[in-house]
């Protein structure tokens, strides 16, 4: 009888041990992925800040349609951006820093309708989904697609950061888990879909070994980060 109250303390023990280093877990991943989130508002404001300028500097020196290919130029030097096209009022593209991109251009345009600025998400069938910033002048459209690497931080030791939309459709990520991209984030860490919008909760990794995930919304883009601890 005392040996069965003895082994009943020492499991109840051991049990509110394994669950006090879980939600410590947990609240790490939290704060990692809340970091994350505001590094990468911080490079979405950056590159906003240039497209903005760029177009607005074009547009009052008469430089937007007598030289497209220096507002696109001046527009990409922000770190984030991956390529910034100027599309006309009939789709065509009148510039670009990148080739092969207007199929992504022409998906920020369709999302964002007649704002004249918005940030969001680029998707266009195959291609891999981008984060996306658009600004409307005149009958002009700016659009500036950003690198999912450069915008999010360096996942620490152990770790991977994952960005997707607010779908869970992923966008990119660091980090030792390989995650696809356009993967949903709940298949890939075998989650409810209702759980991906809390700020922690526990996944599993690929041998389905239980996995600590921190959550957190980006301000800017209709994006959120999660970070992934190791199993």
């Known amino acids: 009888m005392l040996l069965a109250a003895f082994a009943g303390g020492l499991y109840l023990q051991i049990d ?7 939600q410590a877990a947990l609240r790490m991943e939290a704060l990692e992925a809340e970091r994350g989130a505001e590094q990468v508002n911080t490079g979405i404001i950056h590159a906003w800040g240039t497209l903005a300028g760029a177009a607005d500097l074009a547009r009052s020196s008469g430089q937007l349609s007598a030289s497209p290919a ?52 680029a998707r266009s069938g195959n291609s891999p989904a981008l984060p996306a910033l658009t600004r409307r002048v005149g009958d002009l459209v700016l659009v500036s697609l950003l690198d999912p690497a450069k915008l999010a931080p360096e996942p620490r030791d152990g770790a991977t950061i994952v960005l997707t939309g607010q779908d869970g459709a992923v966008v990119g990520a660091s980090g030792p888990v390989a995650v696809r991209p356009g993967a949903n984030v709940s298949d890939a860490f075998g989650v409810p879909k209702g759980d991906i919008d809390r700020t922690a909760f526990v996944g599993s990794d690929a041998n389905g070994a239980p996995t600590p995930i921190g959550a957190a919304e980006v301000r800017t883009g209709d994006l959120r980060v999660y970070s992934v601890g190791a199993s």
């Open 70 to 121: 220096a507002t696109v130029s001046a527009a990409a030097r922000a770190r984030p951006v991956l390529a910034v096209g100027l599309v006309g009022p009939n789709g065509a593209e009148l510039a670009t820093t990148r080739q092969n991109m207007g199929a992504l251009y022409a998906a920020a345009i369709k999302a964002a309708g007649a704002e004249t600025a918005w940030a969001g998400v």
């Open 16 to 22: 509110a041990q394994s669950r006090q280093a879980e």
